[in-house]
C-alpha cells in the first residue's frame, strides 16, 4: 500500500515538474517575442507597437516607409538574431554534454576562430577550399575549417589520459592559433580586404538577408530533429562514458556525430555575420540552470535563452550610442567575459 502511494506521490512530483518547465519554455518564448518587437522597434528611426505590428500583419495599410524598413531592413536583421542565437546555443549546449565540460562551447574550444579563419581566406584571397562551389566560398570555407577544428578536438579527446580539462585547453590553444593566422591574413590582404575582415571579425548582423536567414534556419532544422531524437542517449552520457556504454550508448560514434552537427550550427554562423562570441557558452548555462539535465527540455530551453540573449544585444546594440549601432560580437563578448571568468572562479561549485 506505502509503495504505491510513494510511486503516487512521485508521479504527482514528476507532473509537476513538467508543467513547471514547460511554463518556463513558454515564459521563454514570450520574452523572445518582446524583445523581437523591441528589436523592430528601435533604430534610427523609432516606431510604435501599433505600427510594427500594423506593417508586419497588415502591410499593404501601413505607409511606405514604414513597411520598406520593416521588411527590408529591420526583420531580416531581427530574425538572423533570433537564428543566429539559437544555433550558437544549441552546438554550446550540446558540446558541454558530449565532452561533460562547462566551459565546452564553439567559442572556448577554438572551432568559431577556425570558422572564422576559413571564412577570411575567401573574403580577403578568394581561395575556395571547396572550388566546386565557389559561390559559396566563405560559408563552406567556414564548415570546413570548423569542421577540421571539431575532428581534432575528437581525435585527441580519444586518447588515454586525456581529461576534459586537458580538452578545454586544447581548445584555448586552437583559439590562440587560429587568431595568429587570422592576423597573418589581414597582414598579407589589401586594405580593402582588411576592413571587411575586421568589420566582419566584429560581429554584425546588419547585412543579414532573406537567404542568408533561410540558410541558418535550414540547418537547425536539419540538426534539431537529430538531436531531439538522442535526447535520452545525450542525456544518459551525462553520467559518465561507462555508464552511457553499459546501455548500449556507442559513445565514440555519438560525440562523432555531434561534433559534425555543431560544426553545422556554428560555422555558418561565423560566416554569414562575424565572430559573435559566448552565447554558446552562456545560454545553455542559463538553460540548464532554469530547467535542468533533461535533453526534452534543455534543448528547446538552450534555443530559446541564447536566442533571447542575442535578440536583447541587439536591442542593447542600438541603444548604446544614439543613431548608431553598435557592434554585436562586442556586445556579446562584455555581456559573456564576466560570466566566463564566473563560471572559472566557481567551478567546484557548478554540479559537474
Sequence with gaps: MNGGIDQLALGTIYR?????????????????????????ALGPASYGLAEVLGALFA?????????????????PVALMAVAVGAALSLAGAQM????????????????????????ALGLAFGVALVPVIAQYMV????????????????????????????????GIALVFTFNALLALVQFFATEQAVAAVVFWTMGSLTKATW????????????????????????????????????????????????????SLL????????????????VGPHIARMLIGEDQRFF??????????????????SKTLI????????????????????SLILGGKKQSW
Excluded: Y
Design 211 to 262: 537567404p542568408k536567414l533561410g540558410v541558418i534556419c535550414l540547418v537547425i532544422l536539419v540538426t534539431l530533429p537529430i538531436f531531439a531524437r538522442r535526447a535520452w542517449a545525450m542525456t544518459a552520457l551525462r553520467l559518465g562514458d561507462e555508464k552511457a556504454a553499459s546501455f548500449g550508448i556507442n559513445v565514440r560514434k555519438l560525440r562523432l556525430q555531434t561534433l559534425i552537427m555543431v
Design 96 to 119: 558541454q554534454t558530449i565532452l561533460n565540460n562547462p566551459l565546452a562551447s564553439p567559442f572556448t574550444l577554438g572551432i568559431s576562430a577556425a570558422a572564422s579563419f576559413g571564412a
Design 16 to 40: 509537476a515538474q513538467v508543467w513547471r518547465k514547460r511554463l518556463i519554455l513558454v515564459g521563454l518564448g514570450a520574452l523572445l517575442l518582446f524583445s523581437v518587437l523591441l528589436d523592430l
Design 266 to 281: 556554428a560555422s555558418f554562423p561565423v560566416a554569414f555575420v562575424g565572430t559573435i562570441g559566448f552565447i554558446g557558452l
Design 299 to 316: 534543448l528547446p530551453a538552450s534555443l530559446l535563452t541564447g536566442a533571447l540573449i542575442l535578440s536583447a544585444s541587439s536591442v542593447v
Design 139 to 170: 560559408p563552406l570555407n567556414a564548415f570546413v575549417m570548423a569542421m577540421l577544428s571539431a575532428l581534432l578536438i575528437h581525435v585527441l579527446s580519444l586518447r588515454r589520459g586525456m581529461t576534459s580539462e586537458t580538452i578545454v585547453l586544447l
Design 322 to 341: 544614439p543613431g548608431a549601432i553598435f557592434p554585436i560580437g562586442v556586445v556579446t563578448s562584455l555581456i559573456g567575459v564576466p560570466f566566463f571568468i
Design 59 to 75: 502591410p499593404e495599410s501601413a505607409a511606405p516607409q514604414v513597411r520598406v524598413v520593416m521588411w527590408d531592413i529591420r526583420l
